[in-house]
């Protein structure tokens, strides 16, 4: 009992920081995306390709988490892009606070930015819990794991606004029912948006590169119209 | 400071069960694995296919854990051996009061067991912390995830007896060097033993049970010289 006290607090004390930044990211029309898999489910690959694909007018930044190392940030500042690696040395999870600091270390100032994107600690289960102030979290399975994941993990499929199935490529070898992976994620959260995608076939992300656009725009524009009426 | 402070209390609560089920196992003879990996590594499946590969007289039992849904309880009973699925309705990790009440909720007595398999919640992090009482912890990790996992998540690969590395027969689809993925593992725990298995693939599993039969032996002998010499 005492320890859920604690971990209640924790939690609401992380929800005022998220708000927090919820709303300086929204007010400078940034778009901030909370990547969420397993470790290995392709997040970083993903990150990579999706970089290099973007605009090079594009403003992007990127925080990465991971418990140790710094492999993944290194990876990524392959594609030339600002990236600062959040090590949590032995956390779960990312936190609002770590954002924070992790923005602060970058030293971009959020008006010149259109896109952040975090990627999480792989873990299917406790980032779930945390709010990084994020518009929408992005869910991702690898079609080499299983199919009854959306099951077994509710609550990152319940809180995600994306699904992404990956490594589509790697259908044809492996047993996996990609029908009934989507089936089961709309059992959980019958609204969900779902794109099977690619990071090594050609033209394998268009679809999610046309997601990310669009929120992208939607962000500009809604930090426009506020700063009009405002 | 306070949520450490419960943490460490939580943590030697814990480990105080984990010595006293260790006992109890090797009283009994009966070799306790922890299996642990991200979702989607191929603990399930290993598992069904080792019960499988079993001589019919060995005296068998899993415990299997989950978030949520007893699928892998339902794939595992396929095999005819008793099961008992652990849901922790969102609690990362399987600790060591939660063996207590599997055990008691299969009904067996340990006298009448060889061996006993955890499967642990999928998650290459909280695991590594919760001892079970168990002879060994098993970490997989498969060919479809990242090299350099070992150096990314050290605790479980610190921590493990054994690394299965699994799926090795996609190696000729992904871009996955399992050398490299091997080295990484020994930066951590050189004194590692670790074998590559496939589920799927005729003969994959040969070294891997040859391995358990020798713990099971090992398991068994030690039991047998306790008693005499007790």
């Known amino acids: ?19 927090e930044l ?8 940034v778009l901030v995306l909370n990547f969420i898999s397993s470790p290995g489910s392709g997040k970083t690959e993903l990150l990579e390709r999706t970089l290099c694909a973007l605009p090079p007018t594009t403003r992007v930044a990127v925080l990465t988490g991971d418990i140790q190392t710094d492999n993944d940030a290194k990876r990524i500042a392959r594609a030339g892009f600002p990236v600062r690696q959040i090590t949590t040395g032995g956390t779960c999870h990312l936190d609002g606070s770590m954002i924070t600091r992790g923005l602060n270390e970058l030293g971009i100032d959020l008006a010149d930015l259109d896109v952040l994107f975090i990627e999480n600690i792989g873990n299917l289960v406790c980032p779930a ?11 991702l399975l690898s079609v080499t794991e299983g199919e009854d994941k959306p099951l077994k993990y509710p609550s ?12 589509v490529d ?19 959260h019958p609204a969900m948006e779902i794109i099977r995608c690619s990071a090594t076939a050609t033209g394998g992300l268009d679809q999610w ?6 929120k992208m725009k939607a962000a500009r524009e809604s930090a426009l119209t506020a700063s009009h009426t405002s």
Do not use: C
Request: proline share 3%; charged share 30%.
């Open 1 to 19: 009992m005492e320890k859920l006290e604690i971990k209640t607090k924790v939690l609401s004390e992380n929800q005022r920081i998220a708000e």
């Open 22 to 29: 919820r709303e300086k990211f929204r007010a400078n029309g």
């Open 129 to 139: 819990s945390y709010d990084l102030g994020e518009e929408a979290k992005i869910v």
């Open 156 to 167: 990152i499929f319940f809180k995600s606004a994306l699904f992404l199935l990956t490594k």
């Open 170 to 188: 790697l259908l044809p070898y492996v047993p996996f029912d990609a029908d009934a992976a989507e089936a089961n994620a709309r059992l959980i």
């Open 209 to 214: 590169l046309g997601w990310l656009h669009a």
